[in-house]
């Protein structure tokens, strides 16, 4: 499974299901309306559900090193370059 052809697949159908709404039932409406609302969340920023996992990697928008976005895995299991200090999410993870 790709999970990004998945993802992309899954916000096409919500937004067919939400742009008309009237023959589609009230469980396909309202697993739309989450689907798009739990998209939204995770693109700005928030945390994965618990189900998906304590921590997520992603990499330096600086040097591409892969960095994880939780503060028990961060400086102990990942080395990261000079520029990785930098990095917005390094900076949010360190609380600047």
Known sequence: ????????????ITRAILA???????GAIRLAELVEALDEWITKGGFLPGRWGRSRV??????G?????DKAHFLRDLPIGDCCWDDPMTRSIRGL
Do not use: G
């Open 58 to 63: 992603t990499a330096c928008s600086l040097c």
């Open 1 to 12: 499974m790709d999970p990004n052809a998945n993802l992309k697949e899954q916000l096409a």
């Open 65 to 69: 090193t892969a960095l994880v976005a």
């Open 20 to 26: 008309d709404k009237e023959p589609h039932t009230f």
